[in-house]
């Protein structure tokens, strides 16, 4: 009976440890997303470029390319009303943050942040557009 309960017991402190590691990480993902859009809203691409993985940024090369993917391809982050975190999932080894954009317009945009961990701490890897229709808020 008291190896069950030692057991019990272990099992436990493993499940508190990993929410809190779980949360943890969760708010350290939100935050570099959040830090990129902050830098968004002021207009310093060198400052959000920062919050891309390497990968992204020998893609790009500089943050003047970097500012005319977003601007074009992007609008809804660069320049967002409201945003909205959802769920954070584990994808094929990478760990994938829903969010939802709501734009200067009032349409909502469902997106995947790919993130990715770094010496530097959490990048993102990516954004993917999920909806192809937008919908008014």
């Known amino acids: 009976m008291r190896k069950g309960l030692i057991a019990m017991l272990g099992g436990l402190l493993m499940s508190v440890f990993l929410a809190v590691t779980a949360t943890a990480q969760q708010a350290e993902i939100e935050g570099t997303i959040t830090s990129q859009l902050e830098a968004f809203k002021v207009d310093d691409f060198e400052q959000a470029f920062t919050y891309a993985t390497p990968t992204l940024q020998r893609l790009f ?14 609008p809804m982050v660069w320049r967002p009303a409201e945003v909205t975190y959802l769920e954070l999932a584990e994808q094929r080894g990478a760990l994938i943050q829903k969010v939802q954009i709501v734009d200067a317009k009032g349409f909502k945009h469902l997106l995947a942040y790919r993130m990715i961990k770094t010496d530097a701490g959490w990048r993102i890897g990516g954004v993917q557009i999920l909806d192809s229709e937008s919908v008014t808020a």
């Open 61 to 74: 090369k500089t943050p003047q390319n970097f500012e005319r993917m977003v601007t074009q391809g992007y």
